[in-house]
Structures are given as C-alpha cells and as structure tokens.
C-alpha cells in the first residue's frame, strides 16, 4: 500500500511540476515593422483583435511599431536583443521574405534566424488592365508582349525586385520573355500605379486581389489572370488562375508571425496550437476577411518549413533576374 501511495505521490508531483513549468505568456506583444497604419500594422490587429474576439487568449496583446527596411530593423533587434523571448510574436510580409532571399536583412542573417510561427492570411497578385483595353484574357495579352516587349510598359507601387516587379518578371518569363527586357515603371504605392493605368501610362497593372473589388465593381480595370496555385473560392471563383491559362505564374502575398530563433520548444508549441484554435473559430476568420485576406491556416513546423522553401524559391528568381550577384 505504502509502494502505491508513494507511486501515486510521484506521479502527481511528476504532473504538478509540469503544469508548473508549462508556458504562459506574460505581457504578449506583436511587433509591426512599419508605422501605424500600414500592412504590418494590419496583421498586428489581426492578431490582436483576432485572438481576443475568438477567446483564445485572456491576456491582451498589445501591439508596438518598428519602422524599417520592410521588416529588417525588426528582424535584427529580435535576434540581437532578445532572440529567446516568448512574448514577441513579430509581424512578416511576403515583402519580408523577399528581402530575406535577397540578403537585404544583413549578411549574417536569413531565414533560419527566426521561428515562424503562424499565419495571418493570404493575399495573391492580379494580372489587371484597364476595362477598354483590347485583352480579354492572359493569351491576347501576352501574344501581343511576345511580338515586341519594349511597346509594353508595366508598372507597379515597388521598384526593382519589389513583390510588384516580382510579378510582372514572372509573368514575363513565363510567357517566354527575358524579364530584363520588360518596360517596367515604379511608383510610390498601388494608388499611383493604378491612376497610371487608368490614365494610359502603363498597360498591365500586376496588383492584387485584395484591392481589385472596389476597382472591378467600378468598371475601370478588368482581372486577366489571378496568381494563385488554384482558383480562388467565392466571389472570387470567376476569375481564372494564370496557371489554368498555361502559365507558370504564381505569386503568393503572405502574412504572419514569427518569433526568436531561441525561442524555446515549449513556447513555440504553445504559439503554434493557440493558431490552430483560432483557424477553427468563425471569429478570427471574419477578420480576417473584413481585411480582404484569404484565410490561410497554416502554423507551427509546417509552416517554418514552408517559409524556408518560399525564401529559397525566391533567391533563386532574384539570383535569376540578376539581382543578386
């Protein structure tokens, strides 16, 4: 009897000490790369408001702002500061990891010097036009690039190895042209690029689906071609995809989360399954959509691995398209 009171006594104080040692966040927080009211800022509040309106957590997260390099003052202060930290969860772009592939974050750091963690949601590019324009589909726009790509100027809010230049080379290259013989014109933001279009100065607006709507429903632009692996769901779904239309031309726009490259197994873990609640609650989902994301439920070591694979077929087009050397 004593044998099994002592077994039993071991076995609670085995549990106890567990439960002990389980993670709890104290004072979370997300970090926005960017000032208040950009994209980062938008996948803070996501989180935020997310979590909060789908009670997964009962301790306020709150949300601070890092302005730099699309991410990089964010990324090296994290890895130089406080690498294990559990409670800053760290807000990422496609335009993040573009960066990262092309070594814009520093010379030491790259994918592997952070723990992603989970996703926001995801945006996908738009192959647009104007609605006067003479193409009514992927094919009639690109066989007319074919027979002279220097008549076609295509412009977009982002320079040279931009998301936005991203996916205008890769519709060209997929359509059997050099991407360095594109005509392509940079302006500040999409607003720009699109009253570019509307106003005759390009040809092809490569945006994306988030801000086609409002544009669509106007009647100023028509969508030729979505860049996304498969044809989207819902109001959405009548658009065809560049793939569906022969075109090895996809370009994913994802937001995220990551955390520290220290960051311990058991907090990131717990990160991970606090994500997988949420993508199950209509809650988080729906704001996910009132910010014209697709939901994209992807976390914990499926999505590190996705990432990493993401950031070296990014290094590769921009190793590629001669950007990097």
């Known amino acids: 009897m004593k044998s099994h009171i002592a077994s039993l006594l071991l076995v609670s104080g085995l549990s106890a000490a567990f439960n002990a ?20 800022d938008l996948t803070c509040r996501i989180l935020s408001t997310g979590f909060a309106n789908a009670d997964i957590t009962k301790i306020p997260m709150a949300v601070t702002f890092m302005p730099g390099g699309v991410g990089a003052v964010a990324y090296n202060y994290i890895n130089s500061t406080t690498p294990d930290d559990p409670n800053k969860l760290v807000a990422f772009s496609s335009g993040s990891l573009l960066n990262l592939a092309q070594g814009k974050f520093g010379k030491n750091l790259d994918e592997n010097n952070a723990r992603w963690v989970g996703t926001a949601g995801v945006d996908y590019g738009a192959i647009m ?22 008549k076609f100027v295509l412009g977009a809010g982002g320079g040279v190895g931009s998301q936005d230049w991203m996916k205008a080379a890769i519709l060209m290259k997929s359509s059997g042209v050099d991407p360095k013989k594109m005509r392509y014109v940079a302006y500040e933001g999409g607003g720009e690029a699109l009253a570019a279009l509307l106003g005759g100065h390009i040809k092809v607006y490569p945006g994306d689906v988030g801000e086609m709507k409002g544009l669509v429903e106007s009647g100023k632009v028509k969508v030729l071609a979505i860049m996304s692996p498969e044809r989207l769901k819902g109001e ?30 058991e907090a990131y873990n717990y990160w991970a399954a606090q994500f997988q609640k949420a993508y ?15 939901p994209f439920s992807m976390s914990g070591d499926t999505l590190d691995n996705y990432i990493k694979e993401r950031v070296a077929y990014m290094r590769g087009l921009a190793t590629e398209a001669g950007l990097i050397k």
Do not use: H, M
Request: glycine share 6%.
């Open 129 to 150: 036009v104007r609605a006067d324009a003479p193409w009514n589909t992927l094919n009639e726009l690109v066989d007319d690039i074919k027979k002279d790509p220097t």
């Open 236 to 265: 959405y779904s009548k658009y065809p995809t560049a793939i569906e239309q022969g075109y090895d031309a996809e370009w994913t726009i994802i937001r995220g989360y990551y955390l520290g490259p220290k960051v311990s197994d």
């Open 280 to 294: 199950k609650s209509p809650a988080f989902e729906k704001v996910v959509v009132d910010q014209n994301l697709v």
């Open 21 to 40: 040692s389980a993670f709890e966040p104290s004072k979370p927080s997300c970090i926005a790369p960017a000032k208040p009211g950009g994209g980062f």
